[in-house]
């Protein structure tokens, strides 16, 4: 029987865990949401610019209005802030935007099957431009990541080339968010929420001027009559709920992200693709073909590996 010393001890020692199940939790839950309105909105409204724009807007509002009424105390932030968070904006601007063009053009489960293989791109940006090395199971954990995601890519019915580049430049684009980002918030006194807040804000004003240059009024005028037709009322309510949800689900993740190293994060997200993968095919059914989801099972496994070897 355990003494009560050790018994609170051992409490102690769970608390962090169970805190961290439960962001990790409620991260994958509001994602898989996100992901299904997401697709909803761009198969009748196909402007991955705009609704990704409005994703970002949606959070800075919310995060603006939780300061003004103290729902959340507003950061204390300087110029130095700013221009550290500067870096990480473009990336997370240019991830953004590179998954919803992507999604936009192929299955949702596709996406986030090459968007498994961010463990390889993390790898290789950490050794060939931050000449970190690793250990030779490491190197050795990416031939699964690459092959399945491969397998998977080759092997899917709609391929399309624009998704695919997509998710891969949202691959690349996130391994520099994340390494910047936490170097952002090692020993700041801005936390993970308003963290988050402050990097929705600064992207919105760097993604807002190319939505419009890209897809612009005209386009999205039209085509949102063409959705309302079509879809009715309801559809106002698809673009509200991607959008609270994207935030929701980035601040949630934002929030452990504070609390974890990179590593672990890096494998709650694999985990959390795993839900996106399996329910979006069961909701929007996606037809796969059994090498298809071979090569998903692989890159997925790969992730695991590459988790394990690099503990
Ligand atoms: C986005 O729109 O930013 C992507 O769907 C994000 O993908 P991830 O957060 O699952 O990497």
Known sequence: VPIPDE?????????????????????????????????????AFPYPWLTSTLSLATGSLMMLISWATR??????????????????????????????????????????????????????????????????????SLLPIIGGCALAAVTELNFNMTGFMGAMISNLAFVFRNIFSKKGMKGKSVGGMNYYACLSMLSLVILTPFAVAVEGPQ??????????????PNFIWWVAAQSVFYHLYNQVSYMSLNEISPLTFSIG????????IVSSIIIFRTPVQPVNALGAAIAILGTFLYSQAKQ
Not at 14 to 26: C, S
Not at 103 to 117: E, N, P, Q, R
Not at 220 to 226: D, K, S
């Open 71 to 140: 729902i959340a105390e507003a950061p204390k932030t300087d110029l130095d802030f700013w221009k550290a968070l500067a870096p990480v904006a473009v990336a997370h601007t240019i991830g953004h935007v590179a998954a919803t063009v992507s999604m936009s053009k192929v299955a949702v489960s596709f996406t986030h099957i090459i968007k498994s293989g961010e463990p390889a791109f993390s790898v290789l940006v950490s050794r060939f431009l931050l000449g970190e090395t690793f250990p030779v199971p490491v190197y050795l």
């Open 7 to 43: 018994k609170a001890q051992s409490a102690a020692a769970a608390a962090p865990r169970v805190k961290i199940g439960i962001y990790f939790a409620t991260w994958w839950a509001l994602n898989v949401v996100f992901n299904i309105y997401n697709k909803k909105v761009l198969n």
């Open 269 to 276: 997200n694999t985990m959390k693709r795993i839900s996106v």
């Open 219 to 232: 386009m999205w005028a039209a085509g949102w009559e063409n959705a309302i037709s079509q879809i009715g």
